[in-house]
């Protein structure tokens, strides 16, 4: 005979940043709540991130509510292993009832609540908060040819140091912040190539995270109201954080357009023109992780859940965070989770007194 399910008022789905910054209110708060994370440790995504990442803000704006990110040794900008070490000393420091690992199967309609049936015991919760993130959705955009390709393919959650690379030439797709800093790095063993769909801009060398959120927020808000604000496209698209700038000074930060298609031997652009390679690294970004979610039948027409802030707009019960502006203001950062869990928790707070 299986067991009835548990029962807890909020079940947060996911323990990375974002499903932290909601445990930090939900306990200040004293709710009865639980995390259940998929990751066998601490850290979230993180632990994969590749060894010379730099985040875009220095530690103080990097920081989950009520305790500061330290700052690195030697200071600027923290990198991966840093971050690995705050978020794992953070849920420590609070005592976030997280258990792991639990991988979430499903989360499904109830009477009086949702049911969310995972590979251990299942729960139902009166609100669940969904913090999966991006990073096990790795997007890559289909070309012709590419599986014909002989060499190496590999997305950015596979890349980790250049060392491999060393001797190869290496063509890296993208035109984003991972992708400068994956060339920036690949760069400094090997010959590299870069191709993106338009030119990239790189920020002004003082314009990092901080106003980056500031300009996500100025943004989120006129869209609200309405009105258009281009504040950021504006500026740039890529934070010259020490390894980029590094990168741009040794030259070797300049784009070609997007090839067309991928021969067995490397890549072709339209105008006839060919290049030989060895491998290629797609840093094409990533989707929502909201296959638990599929029973509920949400999705909208772009394949997004339709939200009123953090809350699904066809299932008041389930609130989504950390997946980007699409869930509050640069909500997929360290800085913008911990905002928007506030909003977030105040809101469910009021929820679970009706």
Same mark, same amino acid.
């Given at each position: 005979?299986? +067991?009835?399910?548990?029962?807890?008022?909020?079940?947060? $789905?996911?323990?990375?940043?974002?499903?932290?910054?909601?445990?930090?209110?939900?306990?200040?708060?004293?709710?009865?709540?639980?995390?259940?994370? =998929?990751?066998?440790?601490?850290?979230?995504?993180?632990?994969?991130?590749?060894?010379?990442?730099?985040?875009?803000?220095?530690?103080?704006?990097?920081? !989950?509510?009520?305790?500061?990110?330290?700052?690195?040794?030697?200071?600027?900008?923290?990198?991966?292993?840093?971050?690995?070490?705050?978020?794992?000393?953070?849920?420590?420091?609070?005592?976030?009832?997280?258990?792991?690992?639990?991988?979430?199967? =499903? $989360?499904?309609?109830?009477?009086?609540?949702?049911?969310?049936?995972?590979?251990?015991?299942?729960?139902?919760?009166?609100?669940? $908060?969904?913090?999966?993130?991006?990073?096990? +959705?790795?997007?890559?955009?289909?070309?012709?040819?590419?599986?014909?390709?002989?060499?190496?393919?590999?997305?950015?959650?596979?890349?980790?140091?250049?060392?491999?690379?060393?001797?190869?030439?290496?063509?890296?797709?993208?035109?984003?912040?991972?992708?400068?800093?994956? !060339?920036?790095?690949?760069?400094?063993?090997?010959?590299?190539?870069?191709?993106? !769909? +338009?030119?990239?801009? @790189?920020? *002004?060398?003082?314009?990092?995270?901080?106003?980056?959120?500031?300009?996500?927020?100025?943004?989120?808000?006129?869209?609200?109201?309405?009105?258009?604000?281009?504040?950021?496209?504006?500026?740039?698209?890529?934070?010259?954080?020490? *390894?980029? +700038?590094?990168?741009?000074?040794?030259?070797?930060?300049?784009?070609?357009?997007?090839?067309?298609?991928?021969?067995?031997?490397?890549?072709?652009?339209?105008?006839?023109?060919?290049?030989?390679? %060895?491998?290629?690294?797609?840093?094409?970004?990533?989707?929502?992780?909201?296959?638990? @979610?599929?029973?509920?039948?949400?999705?909208?027409?772009?394949? !997004?859940?339709?939200?009123?802030?953090?809350?699904?707009?066809?299932?008041?019960?389930?609130?989504?965070?950390?997946?980007? %502006?699409?869930?509050?203001?640069?909500? #997929?950062?360290?800085?913008? #989770?911990?905002?928007?869990?506030?909003?977030? $928790?105040?809101?469910?707070?009021?929820?679970?007194?009706?």
């Amino acid at each position: 005979m299986s +067991r009835a399910p548990r029962q807890v008022d909020v079940l947060v $789905v996911g323990g990375g940043q974002a499903g932290l910054a909601a445990g930090f209110y939900l306990r200040r708060a004293k709710t009865d709540f639980v995390i259940l994370d =998929a990751y066998a440790r601490p850290g979230g995504a993180w632990p994969g991130m590749w060894d010379s990442l730099r985040l875009f803000s220095p530690a103080p704006f990097s920081s !989950l509510p009520g305790w500061m990110m330290p700052q690195p040794p030697g200071g600027g900008y923290p990198g991966a292993a840093d971050t690995v070490a705050y978020l794992t000393a953070y849920e420590q420091r609070y005592e976030l009832p997280i258990i792991r690992p639990v991988t979430v199967k =499903a $989360v499904r309609t109830g009477t009086r609540r949702l049911l969310v049936e995972t590979d251990q015991d299942d729960w139902e919760a009166r609100v669940v $908060v969904s913090a999966t993130g991006t990073w096990s +959705r790795p997007y890559v955009p289909h070309y012709p040819g590419v599986g014909d390709f002989r060499g190496e393919q590999l997305h950015t959650v596979n890349y980790q140091r250049p060392d491999p690379f060393r001797g190869r030439h290496v063509v890296i797709v993208g035109g984003g912040n991972s992708a400068a800093q994956i !060339l920036a790095d690949v760069s400094t063993v090997t010959r590299t190539t870069w191709a993106t !769909l +338009r030119p990239p801009r @790189l920020l *002004p060398d003082d314009v990092d995270g901080r106003a980056l959120f500031d300009l996500a927020t100025r943004r989120h808000r006129a869209a609200l109201a309405g009105r258009n604000d281009d504040g950021i496209s504006g500026l740039g698209d890529i934070v010259a954080v020490p *390894p980029v +700038r590094d990168a741009r000074d040794r030259g070797v930060l300049k784009s070609e357009p997007m090839f067309s298609r991928i021969t067995p031997t490397g890549v072709t652009w339209a105008d006839g023109s060919e290049l030989a390679c %060895d491998v290629i690294i797609w840093c094409t970004g990533f989707r929502p992780a909201l296959g638990h @979610l599929a029973p509920l039948r949400l999705r909208g027409p772009g394949g !997004l859940i339709p939200t009123e802030g953090t809350r699904a707009a066809g299932e008041p019960r389930l609130h989504l965070l950390g997946y980007g %502006d699409w869930t509050g203001p640069a909500s #997929a950062t360290l800085i913008g #989770a911990a905002r928007t869990a506030r909003t977030m $928790v105040t809101e469910i707070l009021a929820q679970l007194q009706r």
